[in-house]
């Protein structure tokens, strides 16, 4: 292969790597690096070896393996009438710069050539190629995210627009028609005809919309996706506005003052400082005993909505974690455990923790990947205001 070729074959290395991260496949410059060194040793005029060696190298998932086909395809087709020495090499660079959501090629049929008297047509190689990397990546676990799709999806995550469902309050305002009489507006008006009450006046219930209160587990098994859950914490902060948040390890840490800050990459770095026992062990029950008499009085008197975010691994004691679970279903409107292990293929909750918990808990939930984000996101807009439906469940006994 001499320099010029090298060179030529590097520049479309690079476009068809571009190519392959745009259809979601994760290829990092390093391996770019390799296949161009493996090419050394391998015959490009060999379509076949040139294409083994690259799905070899580039392909590190099995699901990935139609993908690099399709993109084999139509980025390395043959040129008419190029000689086997190039025709690897045809490629046409600005169609490479695909565009986000879709790229479509079309089919056109080649012009007779004048030259000869029997005018053949020729059919350019049709393929369309329709994806969307955020589709891709919206379905895939936070856990087997690349560096890029980690921040690409938050870049999605701060995308969301959030609501909460919302409740009633004790205060009324003015309306045209309702259930309750506002006697005051209805006398002041009856004024105007010598004090007959010729023209009632109504109030109806004012709303405001459910607080909310998450506390998520930072421990060494909540690892890979302590990071990311956090934007979707600060996401939901900067949405809905009445948000108090937790993390806890081995103890309990708020942080509902340093996600306030404007800058989302500041608020993250103020978290990691603040909070000691980031990727530590694990003490669901005294995490929860400690919100429920240090924090409970304070952040759940009027209902809110409770997302504890935990893959449910405990070492502490069963008996505290079902007692506190019992008592903070018991303090607020409804409570959600999200696990993002639930997304994975057949998983059960056998745990010690999961099955001290699960019993108390409203609503149990999968957040692993955007799709299981958006998910919650529809649960907490079609939450009914009316108190939530449990089971009368016999109180725990405690062995002292």
């Not at 993908?67 to 086997?84: C, H, I, K, M, V």
């Not at 306030?260 to 062990?281: K, N």
Request: hydrophobic share 40%; proline share 6%; net charge positive.
């Amino acid at each position: 292969m001499d320099e010029k070729t090298s060179g030529h074959l590097a520049t479309h290395l690079l476009a068809f790597g571009y190519l392959l991260r745009e259809m979601g496949v994760p290829v990092s410059p390093g391996q770019m690096l390799a296949v161009l060194e493996a090419l050394e040793h391998v015959s490009i005029t060999s379509r076949e070896d040139f294409r083994a060696t690259m799905r070899c190298m580039l392909v590190l998932r099995h699901e990935d393996l139609p993908l690099f086909d399709t993109a084999f395809e139509f980025y390395w087709r043959s040129a008419p009438g190029a000689n086997p020495e190039t025709h690897l090499l045809y490629a046409a660079i600005p169609q490479v710069k695909v565009p986000r959501r879709q790229l479509r090629l079309r089919r056109r049929e080649e012009e007779p050539d004048p030259a000869t008297e029997q005018g053949r047509e020729r059919e350019e190689l049709e393929l369309q190629l329709t994806f969307s990397r955020d589709e891709i990546l919206r379905k895939k676990d936070f856990a087997q995210c690349s560096w890029e799709e980690v921040q690409a999806a938050k870049e999605l995550i701060q995308r969301m627009r959030w609501r909460v469902e919302e409740r009633p309050t004790r205060r009324r305002r003015p309306a045209r028609r309702g259930r309750s009489l506002d006697f005051r507006r209805t006398l002041r008006r009856s004024m105007r005809y010598g004090g007959m009450p010729l023209e009632l006046a109504w109030r109806e219930a004012q709303t405001t919309p459910r607080p909310v209160v998450v506390i998520c587990d930072i421990s060494g098994s909540m690892e890979r996706y302590s990071r990311i859950l956090l934007q979707f914490i600060y996401a939901i902060t900067e949405g809905l506005g009445d948000v108090e948040s937790f993390v806890f390890g081995t103890r309990l840490t708020r942080i509902t003052r340093q996600l306030r800050h404007r800058d989302i990459d500041d608020a993250i770095d103020l978290v990691s400082r603040h909070v000691l026992d980031w990727s530590g062990g694990t003490r669901i029950g005294d995490a929860v005993k400690e919100f429920n008499f240090r924090w409970g009085r304070r952040v759940l008197g009027h209902g809110p909505v409770v997302l504890l975010i935990s893959d449910g691994w405990d070492r502490g004691d069963p008996t505290v974690l079902r007692r506190e679970m019992d008592r903070l279903q018991r303090s607020c409107h409804r409570l959600i455990w999200l696990n993002p292990l639930l997304g994975s293929p057949g998983y059960e909750p056998l745990t010690i923790g999961m099955q001290a918990a699960l019993p108390f808990v409203d609503d149990f939930l999968p957040v692993h990947n955007l799709v299981s984000l958006e998910q919650l996101g529809a649960k907490l807009s079609a939450l009914s205001a009316k108190p939530t439906a449990r089971r009368q469940r016999p109180a725990p006994r405690i062995s002292l």
